[in-house]
């Protein structure tokens, strides 16, 4: 398998521009997650998907932020309109509920977003 | 509080031991986890101990759980530089929400 696959890998942007961030979850995993990482804040869950419909998305920052899960293998972050602060590395991770000790999630390598 | 603490930065020359603490805050986390993170990659689960445990070793790792104190922490035996990355500790609160801490940054010196 080749993992969880986000793109693109780098997004720079202008203020006010709408942003878009994919992810292909490993197949057959039924948990998707989005994350957030910067310096100031460290990770951050923003939303996740149980079997493509959203349980918490308390973490979404505000309404500019809304992510979509179609289907099994696709889930799409989208930011409208993008500010400066939103300047952050953006991971998607997948896993599978399994019952057991590990609950491991699979983490993407990241989308870099810088919003001018 | 609700955060996941972790010191930012730790130094250690090559062979020596590292040791990476935690502080978590759900005394009801059944599972702690560690995960690295090397650079421009995400993350990656390194190890995790079950709550009813004090210690687990696994080959240079050791992960020693002070629940009283809500104290988690990482040993590096024999640290190379490929251990050079970010370390997160993490909790699990309900069935899939990991809270992650600020992640300490390990620099090993050769």
């Known amino acids: 398998d080749a993992g969880v696959i986000q793109s693109p890998r780098h997004e720079v942007t202008e203020m006010g521009q709408e942003v878009t961030l994919r992810c292909k979850p490993i197949?057959?995993?039924?948990?998707l997650f989005w994350y957030r990482q910067t310096m100031m804040r460290g990770l951050e869950l923003l939303i996740y998907?149980?079997?493509?419909?959203?349980?918490?998305d308390s973490g979404m920052p505000e309404d500019r932020f809304s992510a979509k899960m179609p289907n099994a293998s696709f889930s799409t972050l989208k930011i409208q309109p993008s500010e400066p602060r939103d300047s952050a590395v953006y991971f998607c991770?997948?896993?599978?509920?399994?019952?057991?000790?590990?609950?491991?999630?699979?983490f993407g390598p990241g989308t870099r977003l810088t919003v001018l | 509080g609700e955060d996941v603490e972790q010191s930012l930065f730790l130094s250690v020359r090559e062979g020596d031991s590292s040791v990476i603490n935690c502080t978590y805050t759900?005394?009801?986390?059944?599972?702690l986890y560690w995960y690295k993170q090397e650079p421009g990659a995400g993350l990656q689960l390194l190890t995790y101990?079950?709550?009813?445990?004090d210690m687990k070793q696994d080959q240079r790792l050791t992960v020693l759980l002070n629940k009283k104190d809500k104290h988690l922490s990482l040993r590096i035996a024999d640290t190379q530089t490929g251990d050079s990355a970010i370390y997160f500790c993490a909790e699990m609160r309900g069935t899939y929400k990991y809270i992650f801490g600020t992640g300490t940054r390990l620099k090993v010196l050769a």
């Open positions: 101990i079950f709550s009813n445990m």
């Open positions: 991770a997948s896993s599978l509920f399994s019952g057991g000790p590990r609950n491991e999630q699979f």
């Open positions: 759900d005394s009801s986390s059944t599972y």
């Open positions: 998907f149980n079997n493509n419909v959203p349980i918490d």
């Open positions: 197949s057959g995993h039924d948990y």
